[in-house]
């Protein structure tokens, strides 16, 4: 599957682009087939997000996992700081990302 | 040290001012990412992996109490509680909203900082020896010079559209503790007849393509130092390669023309410009030296108990030889076993600071090797201020052991990191530690990077190692032989990757080998150098 990925332009959050709106968890995103550039090109235009990008992603049994590493610690957040992360309580939850 | 005047203050409140109204204008819409971008960066700002990260400029790595507290204080109101200090003796803030940018850099320079030129095509932040004007085996303080070239080098109209960015460190000593020629330019500050002057070496770097600074004049008279500069400059702005950014730092156009030929362009632009009056007024500089006086030294007890093993082992690695015998220069790591090197919380970072008021003559410095000093401890205070550092999670006796490495932020928090470094950081530290082997190594420069681009100095590690995107998998690659030091050197790739645990067990095997070869008071890299890589690599790979 393919999926927007971008950072918000007032906090430079990483976020997700749910169909309707950017969130905050990539679990939120969803498939765009071929229409990600045209989304991009609306979303940037209307500055709800900065420097927004296509990528590859794949819908697993514990959701979205983007294919390239890169992606997942941005979806998650850094490997060294669990407590940085989005699941802070969680620690385990960076096995994800490796 | 340096305290701005009007001038230097105006012009950091203009920018400011300037950068407020252009943030203003992108969270508004009028301004597009592209035409923003350049804006931001020229200010420090960059967009990172999680959010935007804030590089402020810490000159040639020193600072006061006042200044180390506001570093703390903007770590906890506008960061997630800490900073990290980099490799180039600045700090970084990893959690940036834009919507604060503009009122962090008014807090900064209410305290005389900014983050100008800390990004983009220009000259960069002036780097220098972390002891500089504290350090026993020094000619003179470098830090007026570096001043100077501070004040010539910002906004500098000619230097702000480079065809890449550009680093200038300052030395004057012959132990080079600044990775001087490692540099797009290194001078050190030399005596020859009996005058003091400025020795240049051009052309060095690290990055995709590491080079080793050659010495293109042996003195320049110090009256005419920003002049020659200058010249190195126009040359390089003139001939570098902007249409290819992996080719465009002037080490490869030094390499590409030969350092001869670029010499005599250098020369010939020099003698060009002697009579244009490019040089500030010599007042400027004696302005300026006063700033870096000596402090008031006191005589005092020039002995320690060492009686607590424990103490004796952090005086042993942690204190650096002063100019005056009651003193020493105390060397903070911010390298905990299995912490992320660099980093220190907006608590510990005030803590810092208020030793360096209570203890160091209200100054401090950074390193490069990503620790922190105060510069003027007398030996009499040393214990307390162990006492105290160790109770803030800081006393770590590790300095220039295997544990003191230098890792990049890496693929946890850089956009163009292919692969992590602090974790392999953190492993490393803990399984040395555990083991007790981090003390039988002695001097051992581990320095770790997650790209090509170096940030971590791999090249320059006794052992180094390169983080690479192997299909999308982790992968890294080893080094060994490289120094920064004045033996200066590049590291040799071993042969092929490891995997993350594999490369742990690299370093593992290449210690080992070095502890059973080495000869005397050798050296990691002293027993690589005498045996070369053939037996390494048997370690490594039979």
Redesign the interface.
């Known amino acids: 599957m393919k999926i927007l990925t971008g950072?918000d332009?007032?906090?430079?959050?990483?976020i997700w682009w749910d169909g309707e709106n950017w969130s905050l968890y990539v679990d939120n995103a969803t498939d765009v087939g071929e229409n990600g550039e045209e989304i991009l090109a609306r979303e940037?235009a209307l500055?709800r997000v900065?420097?927004p990008y296509i990528i590859e992603a794949e819908a697993t049994e514990d959701g979205i996992r983007p294919?390239?590493?890169?992606d997942r610690?941005?979806a998650l957040?850094?490997?060294?700081?669990p407590d940085?992360t989005l699941q802070p309580k969680n620690p385990e939850a960076l096995d994800w990302i490796i | 040290m340096y305290a701005y005047d009007q001038y230097d203050q105006q012009m950091v409140d203009a920018r400011v001012a300037e950068f407020r109204d252009q943030a203003r204008r992108r969270l508004e819409g009028k301004l597009t990412e592209d035409q923003f971008k350049p804006l931001r960066l020229m200010n420090g700002l960059y967009l990172q992996l999680h959010a935007y990260m804030l590089r402020v400029a810490i000159p040639y790595g020193t600072l006061n109490s006042r200044q180390m507290t506001a570093l703390g204080d903007i770590a906890d109101k506008y960061d997630r509680g800490y900073g990290h200090f980099t490799t180039r003796q600045n700090l970084q803030y990893n959690w940036i909203k834009l919507e604060d940018a503009a009122d962090i850099l008014a807090d900064l320079a209410k305290v005389e900082m900014h983050a100008i030129q800390t990004s983009g095509n220009c000259i960069r932040n002036i780097s220098s020896d972390h002891f500089a004007g504290a350090a026993k085996d020094e000619l003179i303080d470098p830090r007026p010079y570096a001043e100077l070239l501070r004040q010539w080098s910002s906004f500098h109209p000619e230097f702000t559209y480079l065809p890449r960015k550009f680093k200038i460190a300052v030395i004057a000593a012959e132990k080079d503790r600044a990775a001087m020629r490692l540099h797009d330019i290194g001078i050190q500050i030399v005596e020859k007849d009996g005058e003091i002057g400025a020795r240049f070496y051009v052309g060095g770097g690290m990055g995709r393509t590491p080079m080793i600074a050659p010495m293109i004049r042996d003195f320049v008279p110090l009256d005419q130092l920003i002049t020659y500069s200058e010249a190195c400059l126009r040359v390089y702005n003139r001939y570098g390669r902007r249409d290819n950014k992996y080719k465009a730092r002037i080490k490869i156009l030094v390499h590409e023309l030969g350092a001869e030929e670029y010499t005599r362009q250098v020369e010939e632009e020099f003698a060009h410009m002697l009579d244009q009056g490019v040089e500030p007024p010599r007042e400027e500089l004696e302005r300026i030296k006063p700033f870096f006086a000596d402090p008031a030294f006191e005589d005092g007890p020039k002995t320690l108990d060492r009686t607590d093993p424990d103490f004796a082992l952090w005086v042993k690695h942690n204190t650096h030889q002063h100019k005056h015998d009651s003193y020493v220069s105390a060397v903070i790591s911010l390298k905990p076993v299995g912490g992320i090197p660099g980093d220190a919380t907006g608590e510990q970072i005030r803590i810092m600071a208020q030793l360096a008021k209570q203890y160091s003559v209200d100054e401090l410095r950074i390193m490069h090797t990503q620790n922190v000093v105060l510069p003027h401890v007398k030996i009499a205070d040393l214990y307390a201020i162990w006492t105290a550092l160790g109770a803030a999670d800081l006393g770590a006796p590790n300095m220039d052991s295997i544990e003191d490495m230098i890792a990049c932020p890496g693929l946890d928090y850089c956009a163009l990191a292919n692969a992590r470094s602090i974790p392999l950081a953190q492993r490393i530290s803990e399984r040395f530690d555990a083991s007790g082997k981090t003390e039988k190594l002695g001097e051992l420069k581990l320095k770790i990077s997650g790209c090509i681009n170096a940030c971590g100095h791999h090249h320059a590690g006794h052992i180094g190692i390169l983080g690479v995107d192997r299909k999308g998998v982790e992968n890294y690659q080893l080094s060994l032989g490289g120094s920064e030091a004045e033996d200066v050197s590049l590291a040799k790739i071993t042969g092929p990757g490891f995997t993350e645990d594999g490369v742990i067990e690299a370093v593992e095997k290449v210690t080992d080998l070095y502890l059973n070869r080495r000869e005397g008071e050798e050296r990691f890299l002293d027993t690589y150098r005498r045996i070369g890589m053939t037996p390494f690599k048997e370690a490594l790979y039979d």
């Open positions: 950072n332009l007032r906090t430079g959050a990483v940037e500055r900065n420097v294919a390239h590493i890169k610690v941005r957040g850094p490997t060294v700081r940085l």
